[in-house]
């Protein structure tokens, strides 16, 4: 669903931008009450997996294929501060790098796909959550409506936008009925990855799913057919190093998204994403514009010089993956950072002054 340069006109897309960085804005001082230094790395992997799992294209219906947007997964897994910036670095390395989503189109993406996704999914996935029965299988369920539903806002969104400066005269009608329709089909294939991903993190280490924190009733597990009580997360019990490391789910995470980037995508759907079909269909393309950078070594996620098209594109999704977690992992651990010289700076204020 990444929109190029062209479908919007200028102060739409430059509207988009302001929002965009309003939002990033608000998630950098947001995240620091997410992110510690130690769950930086995690962050960073959130969004190599979101990279990778974008690199998967299902097929939906009628020639027309859909992929991960990630920002539900992203806020489940991290908060939902940090799940926009963990988006926001993907579409930005995919914009510069890969030569994916137009530049000035970049305010557009950050605002349908991962401020939206956020916004929608989060609070309604944290809703579901406290109403259900405090299972594994209902944080699961929770997370398969949220992500379900955040795509189609997404779509709508863009819809939204296209209707105040789209380039093309195209009735708005027939827009939002196609971009609508089609991405409720996606945020089926949305809704399975996001479960899948949050069910398998929650069944080895609930404490590290953000979204189940902080709720009245513990979680329980089902281990053997009875049900159990999982480690608090609000205030998780001492454990032994072995069993708090992080060191292991990133080794685990980070190998999965290598997997998934590197050899899985060479088998993703070859036909066009929902926006693409839409636009297509419909004639919203007319104006986009190529990417200032389509000639760049690794557009269109592919190793320029390598003629052996699987080599290409896994060595293309592999330094993506890399790029990825190192620039994620570098953005979180300066907000980490940021949250500690904040507390520092409470404890030395008298007692009683504002800061």
């Not at 006109?9 to 990033?24: K, R, Y």
Request: glycine share 12%.
């Amino acid at each position: 669903m990444h929109a190029p340069d062209g479908f919007l006109d200028a102060p739409v897309s430059a509207a988009a931008a302001v929002v965009a960085a309003g939002a990033i804005a608000v998630s950098l001082r947001g995240a620091r009450r997410e992110l510690e230094e130690r769950t930086a790395p995690l962050a960073g992997l959130v969004a190599a997996f979101v990279f990778a799992a974008q690199m998967l294209n299902f097929p939906v219906a009628g020639g027309t294929s859909g992929h991960l947007l990630g920002g539900a997964l992203a806020a489940i897994l991290v908060g939902p501060f940090t799940g926009i910036l963990c988006v926001s670095v993907v579409l930005l390395m995919q914009a510069v790098l890969f030569a994916d989503g137009g530049l000035t189109a970049l305010g557009v993406n950050v605002t349908t796909m991962a401020l939206t996704t956020a916004v929608v999914a989060y609070p309604l996935f944290r809703g579901l959550v406290k109403v259900l029965p405090r299972t594994r299988r209902s944080v699961t369920a929770a997370s398969f409506v949220a992500a379900l539903v955040s795509v189609p806002a997404s779509a709508l969104v863009f819809t939204l936008l296209f209707w105040a400066g789209g380039t093309t005269d195209v009735p708005i009608g027939k827009v939002a009925a196609a971009m609508v329709g089609v991405h409720l089909l996606i945020g089926l294939g949305e809704a399975v990855i996001t479960a899948l991903t949050v069910g398998a993190v929650v069944a080895v280490r609930p404490d590290l799913v953000h979204g189940a924190r902080g709720l009245r009733r513990g979680l329980k597990l089902r281990v053997n057919g009875e049900l159990v009580d999982a480690p608090d997360t609000r205030e998780p019990a001492p454990a032994p190093a072995a069993v708090r490391s992080r060191r292991k789910v990133w080794i685990t995470g980070l190998a999965t998204s290598l997997l998934l980037a590197g050899f899985v995508s060479f088998y993703a759907s070859a036909d066009p994403d929902g926006l693409e079909k839409v636009a297509g269909d419909h004639g919203i393309d007319e104006k986009a514009e190529e990417h200032p950078i389509a000639g760049s070594p690794l557009a269109d996620y592919g190793v320029k010089d390598v003629d052996d098209d699987r080599l290409s594109g896994g060595l293309a999704g592999v330094i993506g993956v890399g790029v990825t977690v190192v620039a994620g992992t570098g953005v979180f651990h300066l907000v980490a950072r940021g949250r500690r010289a904040d507390a520092g700076s409470d404890a030395d204020s008298p007692a009683g002054t504002s800061v």
